[in-house]
Structure formats: structure tokens, C-alpha cells
């Protein structure tokens, strides 16, 4: 089974690529091959397939998903994509590579069907950025994108060609929509939603950390290994009940800042909380009041992806995968 | 103020100009321009502006969006597309004009506007086939589309660009998601819903009209009239409270086929009535179950928006519009 990897430079595209390597199957067949593309050089894991190249490329340039579509991988993982602040503050950019550039593989591989069958799985890393306020509570799966940024709107229009060229039979469509990842490791960033891994990964560490909002602010988690999770299965699911519902919410942990707190207080101490500093920020309280806190994922329940079941396993998430090396 | 209308010689296209060379004004400002673009001739109504041109042109070439876009115009009427059966047969050609071809009057509006303010009213002709099966009933504005077609696929991701280059302030849209028109006007055509139409027109005019469908199925009506309306509210209304949600479902009439008929049997006896030829057809039958019946239009009647209250009206503005001439 060859596969190929969009975005395997990333945080989450590593770690798909390192599950991969460990599982040396997918879906019970043994992997082959493993292209990895990025624009920066993806590692390859030890024990990879010899098979494995990775390839330094933009895959919304023209041409470049037509010659890495003729490998005729049998699973894509489509991760690659500019995030959210870099869309809203470049509009062309977002559009070219976030929609155009998914849209280049869709097609290279409606063509490449054209000379001898060719349908491949295809799993495409979407986004909650596709549901905007005002929302209910929870937001049920039939509830309309209504993005309220660049991001989302590529991505809510990506999900719809998906659907589209899977009920065309030209591909196996999956759309996962993740929810916010945590605990990321590293270093914090400059996205809105940093904090959220921020107040659990510096504290555990025996540093400080800012908290800009207060602990009655409620949001949709899951961890990087849940992450992995669900493109794993999003590649192994019998798709054949899907109908044009290929886009669904990934199922998460739904906490409020509080509950983070007294998870991370469980797992370290009233040490480690003490670090937690308050430093109210109106501007941060403001975008995230713009992100829904709980999703009624039924589609994707049913089907058999999984998340964690509160965060005392989010933060154990953490200690096992980043803490133990 | 100065006019675009795309798909000017069409139907809806046609009766649209009709009113607003009729009205004068659009929104209590003089209309001075009209440019009538569509594949074929635009027709003139007596007493158009001077300033009236019809362009015989493919809006989805390179070029041509630009080029009607550097006049300027105050408001656009997007009313071109290819339909259902053709999209949906010519996949390539749909994605082009419907999809591609409505992007490129955004970009040429947005790039218009780079060398000095420019915001056009945008008025989106979509459609109901962005909702696909299963649906509740009555579907309410927040459920998330799904289409079930190519055509429904390629006005929903216009519904989402049209939504995000409102929000980003590059044009004031509006999406308007029409019901089906009926009792449409001429001649039985190869649409699966033609014989909604059929089974009023051809009586009226003392025709037989074949109904291959059961007296119980629903639907979802308005007139061309309303529909014409539908257009001047959309380029009228004050949209500084719709956020990103541009694209509405109109508010119609839900009505079964043997509601349609006793309409019918109120309107011209019951010898009108028996020129309906029950002719079983299982494949329209089959396509008529993947339209919903009944709509929640509660965002677009709050805004004013206004259909015929029952199939009486209806029938009624056929007589006054398409038999009193």
C-alpha cells in the first residue's frame, strides 16, 4: 500500500507519519511506500519503509499534484494547508493554497481515473473553523457552516468538492474535523487559542504561564494522539454509508478553562497551578467567545473514532508522549 | 445607478428586467444603466435608459468578468448558470460557469475596487438544491447543506465565497435560494419538476398534461413574480445585520400535487382537472424524493422577503402575467 502525506512536516503530519511507520499496516495491508510533502523537509521516522521520499514542494504550485497523484497512492492524508491568521491577513494566498491547491489534487486524481480506475481514499484534515457563531449548544453535525474567517471558508468549501467528487466516483472522500488540539508540545505561538495547551504544558514543566480569559470559558479538545486517531480511522472506515456526509466533527473533550485547572491540579499539584498567572486579555476573551464549546458529534461516534473522556487523559496524553522521552 | 444582470435572457432574467425598466428606480434611486449579459440575445423592454446594452457573452471566459466589472456597476443581479442535468452530465463545464465563472466576477470586483472604493450590492441567484436528503421537516435555515448534485455543490461553495468576500468588505451580497418556479411559462421542458408546472399550464390552456408522481408528494413554490421579488428585496434590503449569513432560503408555498389540483379545480372546474393524465414515471418519482417539501424561511421572511400565501395566488398571477396578454 503506497500513501501519501500533505503537510507531513507538521506537527501532526510527524506524528501520523510516525504511527504509520510503527503500525507497518494500514487497514491490515502492509505500507509500502510513503511519499511525505511539504515545504519544509519532513523527517522520516527510523524503521520507515524503504520506500520513502520526502518531497520539498508547494502542492498548490501547477503541475505538482499531477506528478505526485501518477504514484496512484492508495490513501492520501491531506493535511497540508496555511493556517487561519495567515489566511485572514493574506486572502489570495489562503485561496490558493487552502482551496485551489485541494482542489488541484482532487483533480489530478479525477484525471489520472481516466486512463485506468483509480479511486483512492482520500482523508482531508478539516476544521471547526467552518462553524461561526451564533451557534447552539451543543452544535449538532446538520448545523450550517457559516465560517467566520478565510480559513473556514476554504475549508467548508473543500468538504463540499470532497462530497462531491467521492458521490462522483472519483475518489473515497473522509473530511475530519478536528477540534483544538492539546497539549500541544513546544513553545507557545502567537494563535489565539495558544493558551489552552499554554497553562497546562508550562506549568507542568515548572514555568509560568498566562491565562488571558477567565475559567468559565468552555472549548472542544482532543490530543495530538487522538489526532492521529482520527486520520487513522478516517483511512480504515467502511465509507459505503456516507452518502455526501463525508465532513464530520471529531468527537472531544468539552472543559472550561476551570476544569482544565483542576485536571492539571489532579496531575501536579497547587505548585503547578500557582504558575497559571491572570492576565486578562479583551482581545483573545474576544475571539474566543467565537468558537462553539461543545459538539453533539454522532456521525463520527458512530463510525468508531475516538476521543479522550476528560482531560485527566489529555494531560496523561501529554506525559506519556512528550514528558517520557 | 448603473445595473448588471447576468443570465438577462433566461426566464427569471427577462421578467427581472421587465421590473426594473417598469420601477424606474431600484431602491428610490434612478436606474441609468442597464448591461444585459447572457449566452444568447437579451431582450429590450420598451422604455429601458438609454444607456441600455445587451452583450452576448460567456461571463465565465478570461476577461469578461473584468471588463463588466470596470463599469462599475452599482448592483449585479448574478442570475447565469448552466442547470441541474447539464451540470451534472458535463462536470467539468459546471465547475467552470457555475463555480468558477460566479469567482470571477467576485475577483473582478474585489480587484476593482484595489484602485478606489468600490462595493457593489451582489444579488446570488442559488438554489434549494444546496439542501440535500435526509432533511427534516420543515428544514430550518441552519441546516447544514449538503447537496446532492454537482449544480447544488457549485452554488453552495459560491454561497460560502460570496459570504466571506461580504465579510472581508469586498461586496455587499446576497444569496437567494429559490423555491421552484411555478407555474412556469412556455412549453414542458426535460426537468424532473417540469410537470408541476405542466399540470396547471396545459389544463389552463384546455391541454392535456401527463403527472407522474402521486397526489401526496410535497413541494416548495413560488411565482415568477415572487421570484422577481425576491431579487428586487435582495438588492434593496439593509443587510448590516446579516453577519455572514448571506445566503437565505425564500419563503414559498408547500404544497402537495393534489393540493396543486384542487387549486386547479377552484381556478377552471373540474373539466381542467380531468386533462391531468396520471402516468406513473418511477425514475421522476425517484429524483422528486430527494426535494424537501417544506421550509423554515424564518430569516428571509423577518427581512421582508414575500412569497404567494397559497396555490389560488399562484394561479392567480399566471392569469394576470402569462393569459391576459
Chains 1, 2 share one sequence.
Not at 519532513?42 to 497523484?69: H, M, Q, R
Not at 489532579?266 to 467565537?290: H, M, N, T
Request: aromatic fraction near 8%; glycine fraction near 8%.
Amino acid at each position: 500500500m503506497k500513501i501519501l502525506v500533505t503537510g507531513a512536516g507538521g506537527m501532526i503530519g510527524r506524528k501520523l507519519v510516525e504511527r504509520l511507520v510503527a503500525d507497518k499496516t494500514l487497514g491490515g495491508k502492509p505500507i509500502t511506500a510513503l511519499t511525505l510533502v511539504d515545504v519544509v523537509e519532513s523527517p522520516i521516522p527510523a524503521g520507515a519503509p524503504k520506500d520513502t521520499k520526502p518531497i520539498v514542494t508547494d502542492f498548490s504550485e501547477p503541475g505538482v499534484s499531477t506528478t505526485l497523484i501518477a504514484e496512484r497512492p492508495d490513501v492520501i492524508f491531506h493535511l497540508a494547508a496555511i493556517v487561519s491568521g495567515d489566511a485572514e491577513a493574506n486572502f489570495e494566498k489562503g485561496y490558493k493554497i487552502n482551496f485551489n491547491g485541494s482542489w488541484s489534487l482532487f483533480e489530478a486524481i479525477r484525471l489520472e481515473g481516466q486512463s485506468s480506475p483509480y479511486k483512492p481514499r482520500f482523508v482531508f484534515a478539516s476544521s471547526l473553523a467552518v462553524i461561526g457563531p451564533p451557534f447552539p449548544d451543543p452544535v449538532p453535525d446538520e448545523f450550517a457552516p457559516t465560517p467566520s474567517t478565510s480559513y473556514g471558508t476554504q475549508k467548508a468549501m473543500t468538504e463540499l468538492m470532497l462530497a462531491d467528487y467521492s458521490r462522483k466516483g472519483f475518489l473515497d472522500g473522509v473530511g475530519v474535523r478536528l477540534p483544538t488540539i492539546c497539549i500541544r508540545p513546544g513553545k507557545p505561538n502567537k494563535a489565539a487559542s495558544s493558551f489552552f495547551s499554554g497553562i497546562l504544558r508550562e506549568p507542568l514543566a515548572g514555568q509560568e504561564a498566562p491565562l488571558p480569559v477567565g475559567d468559565e470559558v468552555r472549548h472542544w479538545f482532543a490530543s495530538p494522539r487522538a489526532a492521529v486517531g482520527f486520520f487513522i480511522t478516517a483511512a480504515t472506515i467502511d465509507t459505503s454509508s456516507l452518502g455526501v456526509r463525508r465532513s464530520m466533527t471529531m468527537p472531544g473533550v468539552s472543559a472550561t478553562v476551570g476544569e482544565q485547572i483542576e485536571a492539571l491540579r489532579k496531575a501536579a499539584g497547587d505548585k503547578a497551578v500557582a504558575l497559571i498567572k491572570r492576565v486578562d486579555d479583551p482581545f483573545v476573551s474576544q475571539i474566543v467567545k467565537g468558537w462553539a464549546g461543545r459538539y453533539d458529534a454522532k456521525q463520527a461516534a458512530s463510525l468508531g473514532f475516538k476521543a479522550e473522556k476528560n482531560f485527566d487523559e489529555i494531560i496523561k496524553v501529554y506525559q506519556e508522549d512528550e514528558m517520557a522521552q
